[in-house]
């Protein structure tokens, strides 16, 4: 069966930089779509960003645009989150999620996902 690992998570200062990393194995990495969800202590799990198997097909949320970068590395069946300018406000477990990209569109509801690691923690801190 799929498992996706999670790693990289920490206890960071505001502003500094994180890269998280997600291995998979038994799933086809290169015809799924990976996503990035987060879950704070007592909020729901919120959708972080996204990327498809077509180069460019990229989505992020409006709360970490321009700050974190997503990416993949189909040779290494990992895909990856760059954290920049961190806030605060970016404390969770963030998890990461596959689900077969039968369609191009980029799902920001975790429903929509079929395979989930189970997450690392960051902490933020002032």
């Known amino acids: 069966q799929a498992q996706l690992v999670e790693s990289g998570g920490g206890l960071v200062q505001a502003g500094d930089s994180l890269r998280l990393s997600c291995a998979t194995s038994g799933l086809l990495f290169n015809t799924f779509a990976m996503a990035w969800f987060r879950q704070a202590p007592g909020k729901e799990r919120e959708f972080v960003a996204a990327i498809g198997r077509s180069v460019g097909n990229i989505r992020y949320a409006d709360s970490v645009k321009g700050r974190f970068t997503i990416s993949r590395d189909n040779a290494k069946n990992t895909v990856y989150l760059q954290m920049n300018s961190l806030k605060l406000e970016d404390t969770a477990v963030y998890y990461c999620?596959?689900?077969?990209?039968?369609?191009?569109?980029?799902?920001?509801?975790?429903?929509?996902?079929?395979?989930w690691g189970q997450g690392t923690q960051v902490t933020v801190s002032s």
């Open positions: 999620a596959a689900r077969w990209e039968d369609v191009t569109t980029l799902f920001t509801s975790i429903t929509r996902y079929k395979y």
